[in-house]
């Protein structure tokens, strides 16, 4: 049973800047990506971030130039600084792993930025 442990949301100020973490555990295979997810109140939920075993990233547009993905392999932690936070991102962030059995997720943690 894979399990998460998230930690990092919180209220920001807008311009601020959080780091998540999310530590995976349980499972017994190589981890071929990470990444983060997040979903807003009424939307749908938007893959923000991924990083390859290898450390290749992808960001979604919208938060190119302000997220940072970086992964720690001999942990199975993945982390996201955001930075120049807007209120746009407030979301729940949860993070994601890949392994040759499928895709699980964590339960999320929140991040609210507002002033």
């Known amino acids: 049973q894979v399990q998460f442990v998230e930690s990092g949301g919180g209220l920001v100020q807008p311009g601020g800047s959080l780091r998540l973490s999310c530590a995976a555990s349980?499972?017994?295979?190589?981890?071929?990506?990470m990444g983060w997810y997040r979903q807003a109140p009424g939307k749908q939920r938007e893959l923000v971030a991924t990083?390859?075993?290898?450390?290749?990233?992808n960001y979604v547009d919208s938060v190119k130039g302000r997220f940072t993905i970086s992964r720690d392999n001999a942990k199975n932690t993945v982390y996201l600084q955001m930075n120049s936070l807007k209120p746009e991102d407030t979301a729940v962030y949860s993070c994601?792993?890949?392994?040759?059995?499928?895709?699980?997720w964590g339960h999320g943690t929140q991040v609210t930025v507002s002033s």
């Open positions: 990083i390859t075993s290898g450390g290749n990233t």
């Open positions: 994601m792993i890949v392994v040759p059995k499928g895709t699980y």
């Open positions: 349980g499972s017994s295979s190589s981890i071929y990506a």
